[in-house]
């Protein structure tokens, strides 16, 4: 699974540098600004976590993570700068007397460029680099008062790993109003690209490592529909020669 993924990273990335290359060759250039929520899916490799659950009677986790959150880009002469944010919610399982859940959240830094401004549509690639952190919750199904808490608080436990964040991605945007020189209001698009996890240090608990953790991240494949708002203004070659 880790040489198919290394692969794949590897022909996106030489996709990508040969877009960037040839971006904006006989295509109009776009100026302006947009942000978006979104909403989606990413899949996440858990083998290795899957290994550790598996000994103590937890089932495996489902890969496909919801992804929530929101972008915002500037844009001049097709070169863009801008952030984003997503959280994401796993499945949870359980044992005979534990519940287990797995949520995740990063935040990235994004340069790129328009492949291909037409009438109302933006293309876009995008590199991006930042942080994130994978949270493991596990809790007692069974929990009697707030004395019974008090009198034995091991009811549970909230495991953190946190690391840096790389993203290559690859955007869509159209705008629902708008004309040849001018477009913006109300935009809807799709998003679908990778991000790679590389941590930093080990587990924490209550901000105290703990070694021997199992690999894990928030690496993987994502799709997303956006939907939001912005405007641009379109500058043919032959316009910004003149």
Do not use: C
């Not at 089932?59 to 984003?84: D, H, Q, V, Y």
């Not at 590389?198 to 901000?207: S, V």
């Amino acid at each position: 699974m880790y040489i198919k993924l290394k692969q794949l990273i590897i022909i996106l990335l030489i996709l990508y540098l040969q877009v960037f290359i040839n971006a904006g060759y006989g295509q109009a250039k776009s100026s302006g600004g947009f942000g978006y929520f979104s909403t989606g899916f990413q899949r996440i490799d858990f083998t290795e976590l899957d290994r550790v659950l598996t000994q103590y009677n937890y089932p495996k986790l489902n890969k496909n993570m919801i992804s929530f959150g929101g972008a915002g880009f500037a844009m001049i002469n097709g070169f863009l700068m801008g952030g984003e944010g997503h959280g994401m919610m796993g499945s949870e399982i359980s044992n005979n007397n534990y519940m287990l859940s797995v949520n995740a959240g990063y935040g990235l830094f994004n340069l790129g460029y328009s492949i291909y401004s037409k009438r109302r549509l933006l293309i876009f690639s995008g590199l991006g680099f930042g942080g994130g952190a994978l949270e493991i919750r596990i809790k007692e199904k069974q929990i009697s008062d707030f004395d019974d808490i008090i009198h034995n608080p091991k009811r549970g436990s909230v495991l953190n790993l946190g690391g840096l964040m790389f993203n290559l991605g690859f955007n869509l945007i159209y705008s629902l109003i708008g004309e040849n020189d001018g477009y913006g209001g109300l935009l809807i698009g799709v998003s679908v690209g990778y991000t790679h996890f590389i941590k930093l240090g080990n587990w924490e608990l209550f901000d105290s490592e703990i070694p021997g953790g199992p690999v894990a991240g928030i690496s993987g494949l994502y799709l997303r529909l956006s939907v939001g708002g912005g405007g641009f203004t379109r500058i043919t070659e032959k316009e910004s020669v003149d």
